[in-house]
Protein backbone atom coordinates (compact mmCIF):
# COMPACT_ATOMS: atom_id res chain seq x y z
CA UNK A 1 0.00 0.00 0.00
CA UNK A 2 1.09 3.36 -0.94
CA UNK A 3 1.67 6.04 1.36
CA UNK A 4 2.24 10.06 0.87
CA UNK A 5 2.84 12.17 3.78
CA UNK A 6 2.48 16.22 2.92
CA UNK A 7 4.20 18.72 4.93
CA UNK A 8 5.96 21.97 4.95
CA UNK A 9 2.05 24.20 4.62
CA UNK A 10 1.96 27.34 7.07
CA UNK A 11 1.11 31.00 7.20
CA UNK A 12 2.69 32.87 5.21
CA UNK A 13 2.31 36.90 4.10
CA UNK A 14 1.39 37.67 0.55
CA UNK A 15 4.65 37.50 -1.57
CA UNK A 16 6.40 35.46 0.96
CA UNK A 17 7.58 31.59 -0.23
CA UNK A 18 7.24 28.27 0.99
CA UNK A 19 7.87 24.82 0.35
CA UNK A 20 6.11 21.67 0.52
CA UNK A 21 7.09 18.14 0.92
CA UNK A 22 5.28 14.79 0.02
CA UNK A 23 6.98 11.56 1.12
CA UNK A 24 6.02 8.42 -0.27
CA UNK A 25 6.45 4.90 0.70
CA UNK A 26 5.18 1.69 0.22
CA UNK A 27 6.50 0.15 -2.67
CA UNK A 28 8.95 0.43 -5.57
CA UNK A 29 8.81 3.79 -6.87
CA UNK A 30 10.21 2.95 -10.39
CA UNK A 31 7.51 4.73 -13.06
CA UNK A 32 5.31 7.16 -11.45
CA UNK A 33 3.38 11.23 -11.87
CA UNK A 34 3.11 13.05 -9.08
CA UNK A 35 0.91 15.50 -8.58
CA UNK A 36 -0.01 18.36 -6.14
CA UNK A 37 -3.87 19.84 -6.13
CA UNK A 38 -5.48 22.45 -3.96
CA UNK A 39 -8.60 22.68 -2.41
CA UNK A 40 -9.82 26.11 -1.04
CA UNK A 41 -13.17 26.05 0.94
CA UNK A 42 -16.17 26.01 -1.02
CA UNK A 43 -14.26 25.46 -4.26
CA UNK A 44 -13.48 21.81 -6.35
CA UNK A 45 -10.16 20.40 -5.86
CA UNK A 46 -7.39 22.08 -8.79
CA UNK A 47 -4.71 20.68 -10.46
CA UNK A 48 -1.35 22.61 -9.36
CA UNK A 49 1.50 20.93 -10.92
CA UNK A 50 2.97 17.32 -11.34
CA UNK A 51 6.00 15.80 -12.56
CA UNK A 52 7.18 12.77 -13.71
CA UNK A 53 9.40 10.05 -11.85
CA UNK A 54 11.93 10.20 -14.80
CA UNK A 55 13.09 12.79 -16.97
CA UNK A 56 12.20 16.56 -17.19
CA UNK A 57 8.32 16.57 -17.92
CA UNK A 58 7.21 19.15 -15.29
CA UNK A 59 3.28 20.19 -15.61
CA UNK A 60 2.15 23.52 -13.87
CA UNK A 61 -1.39 25.31 -13.90
CA UNK A 62 -1.61 28.30 -15.77
CA UNK A 63 -2.55 30.02 -12.22
CA UNK A 64 1.05 29.17 -11.26
CA UNK A 65 3.13 29.25 -13.44
CA UNK A 66 6.12 31.19 -13.14
CA UNK A 67 6.02 30.91 -9.19
CA UNK A 68 5.53 27.26 -8.43
CA UNK A 69 8.65 24.78 -8.99
CA UNK A 70 7.68 21.24 -8.62
CA UNK A 71 11.13 19.10 -8.02
CA UNK A 72 11.85 15.41 -7.25
CA UNK A 73 14.48 13.67 -5.32
CA UNK A 74 14.36 10.23 -6.12
CA UNK A 75 16.90 8.69 -3.55
CA UNK A 76 14.23 10.04 -0.75
CA UNK A 77 11.21 9.53 -2.55
CA UNK A 78 10.62 13.18 -2.09
CA UNK A 79 8.66 15.55 -3.61
CA UNK A 80 8.40 19.31 -3.77
CA UNK A 81 6.30 22.08 -4.21
CA UNK A 82 8.77 25.67 -4.20
CA UNK A 83 5.90 28.45 -3.75
CA UNK A 84 6.92 31.89 -4.10
CA UNK A 85 5.35 34.90 -4.72
CA UNK A 86 2.28 33.63 -2.66
CA UNK A 87 -1.16 35.30 -2.98
CA UNK A 88 -4.03 35.61 -0.98
CA UNK A 89 -5.83 32.83 -3.04
CA UNK A 90 -3.56 30.78 -3.48
CA UNK A 91 -4.99 29.69 0.30
CA UNK A 92 -5.95 26.11 0.62
CA UNK A 93 -5.60 22.80 1.47
CA UNK A 94 -2.35 21.12 -0.98
CA UNK A 95 -2.71 17.64 -1.27
CA UNK A 96 -0.08 15.69 -3.27
CA UNK A 97 -1.52 12.66 -5.28
CA UNK A 98 0.15 9.68 -7.23
CA UNK A 99 -0.77 7.68 -10.19
CA UNK A 100 1.34 5.17 -11.95
CA UNK A 101 0.01 5.24 -15.63
CA UNK A 102 0.56 8.63 -17.34
CA UNK A 103 -0.14 12.21 -16.38
CA UNK A 104 -3.15 13.68 -16.07
CA UNK A 105 -4.74 17.14 -14.55
CA UNK A 106 -7.31 15.01 -13.52
CA UNK A 107 -7.79 14.43 -9.71
CA UNK A 108 -10.04 11.72 -10.38
CA UNK A 109 -6.93 9.87 -12.51
CA UNK A 110 -4.72 9.59 -9.39
CA UNK A 111 -4.70 6.28 -7.34
CA UNK A 112 -2.80 7.25 -3.80
CA UNK A 113 -3.92 10.76 -2.23
CA UNK A 114 -2.08 12.68 1.09
CA UNK A 115 -3.91 13.63 4.03
CA UNK A 116 -3.26 17.02 2.84
CA UNK A 117 -1.50 20.77 4.63
CA UNK A 118 -3.04 23.93 5.05
CA UNK A 119 -1.54 26.79 3.35
CA UNK A 120 -2.49 30.36 4.08
CA UNK A 121 -1.38 33.59 2.73
CA UNK A 122 -2.50 36.72 4.51
CA UNK A 123 -2.97 39.90 2.37
Known amino acids: QVQLVESGGGLVQAGGSLRLSCAAS????????MGWFRQAPGKEREFVAA????????YYADSVKGRFTISRDNAKNTVYLQMNSLKAEDTAVYYC????????????????WGQGTQVTVSS
Open 26 to 33: GRSFSSYV
Open 51 to 58: IRWSGDNT
Open 97 to 112: ALNFRRYTSKPGDYDY
